[in-house]
């Protein structure tokens, strides 16, 4: 069974920083392109950030950029997101979810999810 438990969100101010985790199991983590998705507070879910299996190619989302860096430690079958520059608008549950697809591509069509890390972002 694929798992996936996201950690590391809480309150920060406005131009803070926060690190988020995902510890993948049940499946071989360094098979699958990773993916991290946000949902802020009464809109849909929201695209972040991508990495391809081992890790060489990373997408961001346009608002993302030069702030948010995703990264795989495939020996501990984690993914991470480090947030700089925080702003209100990045207020949300960060999911991270789990390419559909084997192998070396990035598809973003997911189909497993974990239960979020909320981050607010607020003074």
């Known amino acids: 069974e694929v798992q996936l438990v996201e950690s590391g969100g809480g309150l920060v101010q406005p131009g803070g920083s926060l690190r988020l985790s995902c510890a993948a199991s049940?499946?071989?983590?360094?098979?699958?392109?990773m993916s991290w998705v946000r949902q802020a507070p009464g809109k849909g879910l929201e695209w972040v950030s991508g990495?391809?299996?081992?890790?060489?190619?990373?997408y961001y989302g346009d608002s993302m950029k030069g702030r948010f860096t995703i990264s795989r430690d495939n020996a501990k079958n984690t993914l991470y997101l480090q947030m700089h520059s925080l702003k209100s608008e990045d207020t949300a549950v960060y999911y991270c979810?789990?390419?559909?697809?084997?192998?070396?591509?990035?598809?973003?069509?997911?189909?497993?999810w974990g239960q979020g890390t909320q981050v607010t972002v607020s003074s």
């Open positions: 990495i391809t299996w081992n890790g060489d190619t990373t």
């Open positions: 049940g499946f071989t983590f360094d098979d699958y392109a």
């Open positions: 979810a789990k390419d559909r697809r084997f192998g070396p591509y990035y598809s973003a069509d997911f189909d497993s």
